[in-house]
C-alpha cells in the first residue's frame, strides 16, 4: 500500500517510463544536429575572393617590362585555387567534426580577414604584374616576393639569425642592467641621489646618436651596435622597475619585517615581485626602442642582419629583396614581442589577459 500510493501521489511527480522512449531513440540524432551547424557565410565569400585572386593570376598575362615575365606566376594562381577549395570544403562542412573545433574557431574568427586578403592581393597583382601601373623595380608583384624566398632564402636566413643573436644580446644586457639600476634606484636613496640625475639627463637622448662615438671607442663595430642596442633598452628598463619598486605599499614591508625578514628578503621577495608587472611594460618598451637601433647600427656597421641585407638590396636596386627582408623582419620583431608578452603571462599568472598583444 505504501509503495502504490507513493506511486500516485500528485506531489512526487511520477511519470510512465513510456513516452521517454521516443526521445531516447532520437538522442543521438540530436547530439549529430547540433555537432552539424550552420554554413559558414565568411567562409564561402572567402573561398570566392581566393578563387579569384588564383585565376586572375593564373590566367591574365602578365605585362612584360624589360624582361620575359615575373616567375612563379602559375604557382601562386594554383596555390590560391587550393586554398579556395579548402575554404569551401570547411565552410560547407560547418562543425560537424567536434575534434576540429578549436582550430575551426580561430578561422572563423579570421574570416574577414580571409576576405580582405585575396582582395588586396588581387589589386596588387593588377597594378604590377598585370597592368604595371605600378612601375619597375621599385614595385613588384606578390610572386617576386615568392622567387626571392625560394631563391635567396640561405642568404635571408642567415641575416635573419644574426639579427635575433644580436637583439638577443643587446637585450639581455640592457635589461639585465636597467633591472638592477631600477632596483638599485627604488630601494635606495642614496643611490638614487646620485644615479636619478644621470638617468634623466642621458637616458633620452637617442641611442643613435651615439652611434660615431661608440664606433670609436669600442673595439668593432658589433660591439658598438651591442652597447647602443642595451643603452635603448635598459633606459625604460630601469626607469618603470624604479616605479615598481617605490610603488610598493609600505604595509607589506611592515608585515614581513614582524614576521622577521631581512633586508635582502624584502628586497628579492617583496620589492621585485611586486614590481614584475612594470618590469614587463618596460622590457616591452625597451624592445620597441631597440628594434630601431638595431637595423640602423646593421646598416651603418654591422656586416650582417637584416638592416645589412636592407642596405645591400638597396645598393643593387633590388626592391623586390628589400619588400622581403621587410616582410621577415615585421614578422621577427611581432614574434619576439609575442614570446615577450607569452612570458609574461607565465610569470603573472594573476594577471593574465589585462594587457594584451
Excluded at 506511486?7 to 512526487?12: K, N, Q, S, V
Excluded at 565569400?45 to 606566376?73: C, K
Excluded at 646598416?299 to 616582410?327: D, E, F, H, P
Amino acid at each position: 500500500m505504501t509503495t502504490s500510493q507513493s506511486a500516485f501521489e500528485p506531489g512526487l511527480g511520477h511519470q510512465p517510463s513510456a513516452p521517454h522512449a521516443p526521445h531516447a531513440l532520437h538522442a543521438p540524432h540530436a547530439t549529430a544536429s547540433r555537432h552539424a551547424g550552420p554554413i559558414w557565410a565568411t567562409g564561402i565569400l572567402a573561398a570566392l575572393a581566393w578563387a579569384a585572386f588564383g585565376v586572375l593570376t593564373w590566367q591574365w598575362p602578365n605585362q612584360a617590362v624589360g624582361f620575359s615575365d615575373w616567375a612563379y606566376t602559375a604557382e601562386l594562381g594554383i596555390a590560391a585555387l587550393a586554398g579556395a577549395a579548402l575554404l569551401a570544403v570547411v565552410a560547407l562542412a560547418g562543425q560537424r567534426a567536434p575534434a576540429a573545433q578549436r582550430p575551426l574557431a580561430a578561422l572563423r574568427a579570421a574570416g574577414p580577414w580571409l576576405v580582405a586578403l585575396p582582395v588586396a592581393l588581387s589589386a596588387w597583382e593588377i597594378l604590377t604584374a598585370k597592368t604595371a601601373i605600378l612601375p619597375t623595380p621599385f614595385f613588384a608583384p606578390p610572386q617576386a616576393l615568392i622567387e626571392v624566398y625560394a631563391d635567396d632564402w640561405p642568404r635571408l636566413g642567415e641575416s635573419a639569425l644574426n639579427t635575433l643573436k644580436l637583439l638577443g644580446l643587446g637585450v639581455a644586457y640592457g635589461g639585465l642592467a636597467g633591472f638592477l639600476v631600477g632596483v638599485s634606484i627604488g630601494w635606495s636613496r642614496r643611490i638614487g641621489y646620485w644615479v636619478h640625475p644621470v638617468l634623466r639627463v642621458l637616458g633620452p637622448l637617442p641611442s643613435t646618436a651615439l652611434l660615431p662615438l661608440t664606433f670609436y671607442f669600442f673595439p668593432s663595430s658589433y660591439a658598438a651596435a651591442v652597447f647602443l642596442i642595451a643603452l635603448a633598452t635598459a633606459f625604460p628598463v630601469a626607469v618603470l622597475t624604479w616605479s615598481g619598486v617605490a610603488g610598493v605599499s609600505k604595509s607589506y614591508y611592515d608585515v614581513a619585517r614582524t614576521l622577521g625578514a631581512s633586508g635582502w628578503f624584502l628586497v628579492l621577495r617583496v620589492a621585485i615581485p611586486a614590481a614584475l608587472p612594470q618590469v614587463f611594460v618596460g622590457l616591452f618598451m625597451g624592445l620597441g626602442a631597440s628594434f630601431s637601433v638595431l637595423v640602423t647600427a646593421e646598416m651603418m656597421g654591422v656586416k650582417s642582419g637584416l638592416g645589412w641585407y636592407l642596405t645591400w638590396a638597396q645598393g643593387w636596386a633590388s626592391y623586390v629583396n628589400m619588400y622581403a627582408a621587410l616582410i621577415v623582419m615585421a614578422l621577427l620583431f611581432s614574434g619576439v614581442i609575442t614570446l615577450l608578452f607569452a612570458a609574461r603571462d607565465r610569470v603573472l599568472s594573476w594577471q593574465k589577459g589585462t594587457v594584451k598583444w
